[in-house]
């Protein structure tokens, strides 16, 4: 195979844009005007490095007053595919994919080795048969075909059937089923007229057509060529003076080191894998970082606040699951940074609007209803923009409320006429024409609609990605209907197959001077920066390096002829020792960090390249590189990205100091500031994927039941216990199904069959209380304050009224009155445990909170203010009234009347005066601090991991003392 006859060393201390730009202006040499590249190729690593070398073409040639005729710039992979013949028609990825899965679809039992029967179980019981339907066909095809991608880039064994009769192949009997499905694949392909993208690679490689124009071929500091690329150009390089084609290869390392590289540029594994790397200062320049979160920020403090001339930064990222972290490190101190990889077009809206259409068709339709309505071009056409937000709270409260597990489910509690209603017509009109089969048309027409009111503006990035995308999916589609009708495949099937396209393919940025580049390890090469940080130097990324395969293990790729272990080692020794050589003897730095742990606490290896050293020095490494973690930086863990400022108005004080509801004063008790949150500026949690019923919901279908039994005049009097749970039994299903209609899912049959348990118990219980001569009061059930008082209740003559109800009252003939409070939490609570709690030093104490000179503060002033309130309508002495908890609780076992038989006139007078301190904090505006810790916190996640880190206090305690003005 002839070899390229020019070969430029071109050093190690510059840049490789800039280097290899000087080599080929000089070259090519000038016309009148411009240096012109007509007929030039240049072979770069990536995408990125061709971006820069031809701006430092369009530099250089800018200092000596010319223009440049720019050379055709291909990565190895698209070199490749510009040599297949022209006659050689390549099946698209979709469709390759497809008929690969068809073989599979057809016949699975057809290929025993390659799936085999799942074996008898231990008792001899066959197991169910494996489900191989057009998913798992559209699956193993994807598999099948990445194992195809893989073996094309080796020159003697390129696809099933070669590798199957090569000597060293073991598990012949399944190669064997993989040759016999890739026979049949290529069988369909053929009768399309198309050749598969692997085939036609060696096509490219073996029968290359050289573009008429090509005149000469540069191989630009690419040390990882594909095997097949030299295959190909050897058989067209033909150098003057007998030919018209040469290739040249440039090399960025001193011609010193010419045996560390073959003729094609490509690093020699003997030379590189075991030589020592030059170091500088190898304890300065490299560190620890024991989480993803502190290094993304000791990466972020590391760099300049901007990147002016001859001092920016770059950062190399080889694990791109850093990237993200470090991005917002970064602009969190204010500095922008870039990707040049950019996002999958899947991240993008269109693909996002392709994935909900998919879960929906799965079945998952609340899931994706909800997913839809919190996409604003999704709502955008279902709704005008005044309507948008209250059809979300109108879809917030039916999924709350409802829980509806299927969109007839949903139309039916959507309110009549309701924009909701309509949003969710539409989505079943949408939703029946893509499952009937015309999902094609259905998809484009989907993203007309919704895309019509939007003007995507191609000098906007985001709006041009988004085009982009949008044309993609176009394309993708038309590509894949002629197939997809050709199979029937069903519609989800063919979302997925789009889908799977769209996260392989990237919308690239435009370049941004002013943002820190997020690099992969081969675009470090090219990479310029005078500083460079190289975040994440751990084993697995530098080097890569495959083991485990289930189909090409790493020492089965070398006997095919495939990258081995040990050239990816050399090749990424050779680059590290490029990029510290380029910045060596004070022209830049290069700073290392080394991962400790990975997500989920996972340890992590030092690269083996931290080891490539001689043996004097090696022992300190190892010190270095197994120091013991270090504990992480506590600021680095996850902090808000801003500071809430809670709004405060005239309105909302007076609101807030008019009335207040008795259960109420118990969350000011617990905490000021989430009272604030909830009772002032009415915030609540919502859980946008709620999946069942919640403890409130449980609570109130029991509250409602037994409402409806004590006001029963015929009901409330039984001793009868089977009668009593028979009556709350149908009361209960006639409140479910006013709750969620007659199609049930699976968490309201569990929640239904829980509260009818509770039911039951609770019939033996009242029985027998029934039975011990307690009556219940119809008239005292569900009672309001102000109806039992005939007038607002307020504990002083101006201040705030408070509201609530009383869930019974029932009266003895001997033993008076006792006020009743049903409890359904999971384990039940005495009164006084409920009401009282054990003063804890992070607590705030305000001292009307204490009972007297005790170690017990009050936490919930409920029954208390029950009391005061019937004494004073009833003109009862407080021996008349007692007080109880009917306890409700998960251990059935446990369900009774707990009376408070502790509490006392002490007690009584105490609990007035908290709850009239309460009353006066809360018109006077006193909601900080906040408690450290609360019980069951509905705002836990709205305020990690603090109030004070999250709440900019002091700008709230302003708004406060500025708007606080309740009425006098």
Sequence with gaps: MPTPENVHFIGWTMPVASAVAAVLLREVGQTAAAFDFTGHVVVVPTRESGRRLLVALAAQASEAGLGVLAPEVFTPDVCLRTLVPRNVRVASPLVACVEMAAVLHAAPEGFPALFPAAAPEGDGVAPSAPIRDWAWAVAMANVLLDVRATLANSPAFPDFATVCANPDTVETERWTDMARVETAYRARLSALGLTDAADARHAGAFAPQKPAHWRRLWLAATPALTPLLPVALGKINTPPPDGTFSISVLIAAPEAMRSGFDAWGRVEPAFWKNRPIDWEDFAAQTQLAATPNALADAVAAMLPRQNDAGRWTSVGVPARALVAGIKIAAERVGIPARSPEGETMRQLVPGVLLHLWGVLLSGEETRAVSGFLRLPDFVRMLAPEAKQVPLLREWDALWEKRLPDSLPDMLEFAPANSFLANALGALDRWRRRIASGDWADALRDMLAAVFAERVLDSANPADRAIRESIETILEEIRVLAPAAARYRLPPETCLALVLHRLALTRVVPDPVDTAVPLLGWLELLWDDAPHLILAGLNDEHVPECVTADPFLPGSFREKLGLPSNDARLAESAYIFQKLLA?????????????????????????????????????????????????????????????????????????????HISVTSMGDYLKCPFRFFLKNVAKMRPFDPWKMEPDAMEFGSAIHDVLATFASDEHASKSEDAEFIAAFTAARLDEWIARAYGARRPLPVLVFAEAARNRLSAFARAQAQIRAQGWRIVDSLVEVKFATLLGRPFRLDEDGLAIQGKIDRIDLHDEQGWRIMDYKTSQTPLTPHEAH?????????????????????????????????????????????????????????????????????????????????????????????????????DDFGTFLFPSPETVVDSEAFRDNLSQHWRPSP
């Design 582 to 658: 380029q910045r060596a003897s004070g022209s830049g730095r290069v700073n290392v960090f080394v991962l400790q742990t990975g997500v989920g606490d996972t340890s992590l290896r030092p690269s083996r390249l931290l080891f490539l050293a001689d043996n004097a020095v090696l022992p300190d490494r190892v010190r270095l590189l197994f120091a013991d973690p270090s504990p992480p930086n506590p600021e680095s863990a996850w902090r808000a990205g801003w500071r809430y400022v809670p709004t405060v108005t005239p309105d909302m004080a007076q609101a807030a100091c008019a």
């Design 836 to 936: 009282l709690e054990n003063v804890r030093k992070d607590t705030p104490k305000p001292e009307y909170t204490l009972v007297g000179n005790s170690r017990s503060r009050w936490r919930n002033l409920q029954l208390p203010l029950y009391s005061q309130l019937f004494r004073l309508a009833r003109n009862l002495s407080f021996n008349e009234v007692t007080t109880a908890y009917f306890n409700l609780p998960k251990a059935l076992s446990k369900t009774t009347v707990s009376p408070w038989s502790e509490y006392t006139r002490e007690l009584d007078d105490s609990a007035v005066a908290c709850a009239r301190g309460v009353l006066n904090d809360i018109r006077s505006g006193v909601f900080w601090p906040p408690a450290p810790f609360v019980k069951h």
